[in-house]
């Protein structure tokens, strides 16, 4: 995982990372961890790991890299940061809800959002909406839009029937 990549997601974990990376790559086709790295006895008085402790953990879900790393208990997820996820049809829709639902905040978001068991957001949504939301039609988007705003896990069929007006 070594080839140069010119953006990579860097997700911040207490304690949690190489949990979190093995997780996701459980869950994503084409997905693999790879490197990682452990924490030193240099600058121990600063970060305060044990050293031998990981530090860092590349891994990658279907061609796009993440970097997990231990930081500590100073910052936490929230959903003004989130990952799509999207989907061709229903049936992806309810294999990538369900998995990065486990374990995760019981209580969905509406709109296809959900928090998983680490506390990141995800949206799990069908690409069909994306061509549906800018329609030149207004009444269909609206329509579309209306139906999706009273959704938690997002169900094509309903979405399409709404933005088709049946």
């Given at each position: 995982?070594?080839?140069?990549?010119?953006?990579?997601?860097?997700?911040?974990?207490?304690?949690?990372?190489?949990?979190?990376?093995?997780?996701?790559?459980?869950?994503?086709?084409?997905?693999?961890?790879?490197?990682?790295?452990?924490?030193?006895?240099a600058g121990k008085?600063?970060?305060?790991?044990?050293?031998?402790?990981?530090?860092?953990?590349?891994?990658?879900?279907?061609?796009?890299?993440?970097?997990?790393?231990?930081?500590?208990?100073?910052?936490?997820?929230?959903?003004?940061?989130?990952?799509?996820?999207?989907?061709?049809?229903?049936?992806?829709?309810?294999?990538?809800?369900?998995?990065?639902?486990?374990?995760?905040?019981?209580?969905?978001?509406?709109?296809?959002?959900?928090?998983?068991?680490?506390?990141?957001?995800?949206?799990?949504?069908?690409?069909?909406?994306?061509?549906?939301?800018?329609?030149?039609?207004?009444?269909?988007?609206?329509?579309?839009?209306?139906?999706?705003?009273?959704?938690?896990?997002?169900?094509?069929?309903?979405?399409?029937?709404?933005?088709?007006?049946?």
């Open positions: 995982m070594a080839t140069f990549k010119r953006f990579t997601n860097s997700l911040w974990f207490d304690t949690r990372a190489e949990e979190a990376a093995n997780f996701y790559v459980g869950i994503f086709k084409n997905s693999s961890v790879g490197r990682i790295a452990h924490y030193t006895e008085e600063i970060h305060g790991k044990e050293p031998g402790s990981v530090l860092t953990v590349e891994f990658e879900l279907d061609g796009h890299r993440f970097l997990a790393l231990n930081g500590g208990p100073i910052f936490k997820f929230n959903e003004a940061i989130s990952f799509v996820v999207n989907c061709k049809d229903q049936e992806e829709i309810d294999y990538y809800w369900d998995k990065l639902k486990e374990g995760g905040d019981p209580k969905a978001q509406q709109c296809g959002w959900l928090k998983d068991k680490f506390g990141v957001s995800w949206q799990v949504s069908p690409i069909a909406i994306e061509e549906m939301a800018v329609d030149p039609d207004k009444e269909k988007v609206n329509r579309m839009m209306a139906a999706l705003m009273q959704m938690k896990k997002l169900d094509l069929a309903e979405l399409e029937k709404a933005f088709n007006g049946k």
